[in-house]
């Protein structure tokens, strides 16, 4: 995909889970999400300020916490989860067009689209039938990347291939599987191993 067809996929993707957090109950906001620490609420105003900030504020941001990561990411969470979780929604429907963002390549914004649903529809075992081109685009971007989460160091010596395209990815003990489990289990979520086999997983799951 293109940019503009990139930012659609983006678009389509925080719609989509927008729809699916509509129903959801308060225990369910409150609820452990698949990042460490953060609760869905918590994932969902992350993903908020993310579409909300441009690059010029984040780095005014990045002064102004003391050049932490963690401690701005933790200050525009605050603000984002808003009164309620009807107005976390709210905040995050606002969103869904935007094109802005920290700095970064467009495919790791997709790549925010996509896991971070994850990060939430998971643990409250609620299903979505990701477009192919989404998730291999995804899977292509983060293979070669380090940053943040490091996944280009966490699959290296291992041969990755997806069972429902045609994401394969380096040399060594296999690990199959669905391609968004392919992308979770890379960029650290431990929760999509059991959706993955062979010689592999172990490895993956050491790291």
Known sequence: MNKAETWSMIH???AALADDLRGLSDEQWDAASLCDGW???DVVAHMTASAKI???SFFGKLISSGFS???LQRKDIAVERGDSPADALARFREQITSTSHPPGPTDSWLGEAVIHAEDI???LGITHDYPTEATVQVAEFYKGSNLIVGAKKRIEGLHLQ????DFSHGEGPDVKGPTIALV???TGRKAALVDLDGDGVATLESR
């Open 121 to 123: 529809r998971r643990p």
């Open 162 to 165: 997806a069972t429902d395209s």
């Open 184 to 186: 979770l289990a890379m």
């Open 39 to 41: 609760s869905v609420r």
């Open 69 to 71: 990561f963690d401690k």
């Open 54 to 56: 441009t690059v010029p």
């Open 12 to 14: 389509r993707q925080r």
